[in-house]
Each structure stands twice: as C-alpha cells, then as structure tokens.
C-alpha cells in the first residue's frame, strides 16, 4: 500500500490531496535537512524534501484531537482570519494535550524552526502516538508530512528545519 511516503515519483498514484509532496502555497514552512544545527544553518547546504506545512495542516490535527475527546473546537470557515482559528485550536490543544509537548508549540509561518535530533525523535514518537484511522484525511495528511520529514532526518543524522517561505 502506497501511503504517500518515498520519493514524488512513488506517490504519483495518490491523489493530489494525499501526496505529501509538492508546495501547498505561500507562506508555508518548508521542509529541509541541515547537518548544522542553530543559526548557522542558515549558511548550510540545505537538503529539500519537498514538503511545506501550513497553518490548515496543523489545524487540522488540533481539531482531530479535540474532536476526538468531545472538546470544543472552532470550525474555520472562509470567512476566518486562518491564523486566528488556528492559535484558538491551538490553545485548547495545549490545554487539553499538555504530553504532546512539541505538536503543541505555536508555529508561526514566518519564522524558522530547527529540530535537532532529539526533538526529531520526540516529534516522532507524538505524531505516531495519534495518528489513528480515525484521523480526518487532513490530519492524517499533516502527520504523515511531519513523520516523514521526522524519520528522514534520523535516517540522515541530520537537523530537520522549517523555514519560512
């Protein structure tokens, strides 16, 4: 079973809306492997993925979760500021899912992140623990993102930076 990890070409039968690869708009953080850890990645050579996360990704695993648990969560409709939705989601999330410590970090789509190895690895091991079938296809898009970026760093003994598009 193809499930959208590997190289573009062995996800090509996905649909495009389950295919982890490819930019999903500006504004995004995208997905890249540095050897250097810190600010002096900035200075590194970057290895792409090919993978950006956006705030409807990581919203989407919020309100998965708190829906899950019969938690409130807020809907995002077009008429929403997306960003707004998303620190509300984020919020109850934190409150409500203090363990998940690193999904529930605000990420902002105009800064950068580096994860070193270790964080990697407790990503990781977040992002298994709640994908589930019971996932939205959405959500379940965002962490299949977020493990293979994760599991592609470790394999690489490499930091796995967000930067901002």
Not at 28 to 39: A, E, I, R, V
Not at 77 to 105: A, K
Not at 146 to 164: H, S, T
Request: glycine letters at 6%.
């Amino acid at each position: 079973m193809n499930i959208g990890f590997g190289n573009s070409d062995q996800s090509s039968d996905l649909p495009e809306s389950q295919n982890i690869f490819g930019k999903t708009g500006n504004g995004t953080l995208d997905f890249y492997l540095s050897k250097c850890g810190g600010n002096e990645w900035e200075s590194a050579e970057l290895n792409s993925l090919n993978i950006s996360i956006w705030y409807t990704d990581l919203n989407a695993i919020y309100t998965t979760l708190l829906k899950a648990e019969n938690h409130y969560f807020r809907e995002m409709d077009e008429s929403d500021n997306i960003s707004l939705v998303y620190e509300e989601n984020l919020n109850r999330f934190i409150f409500h899912f203090p363990e998940l410590e690193i999904l529930g970090t605000y990420y902002d789509m105009y800064e950068d992140y580096v994860f070193d190895t270790q964080r990697c690895s407790k990503l990781l091991r977040e992002c298994k623990k709640i994908r589930s079938p019971a996932c939205s296809p959405e959500s379940d898009l965002a962490l299949r993102k977020l493990i293979y970026g994760c599991e592609e760093a470790l394999k690489a003994n490499a930091n796995l930076v967000f930067v901002c598009d």
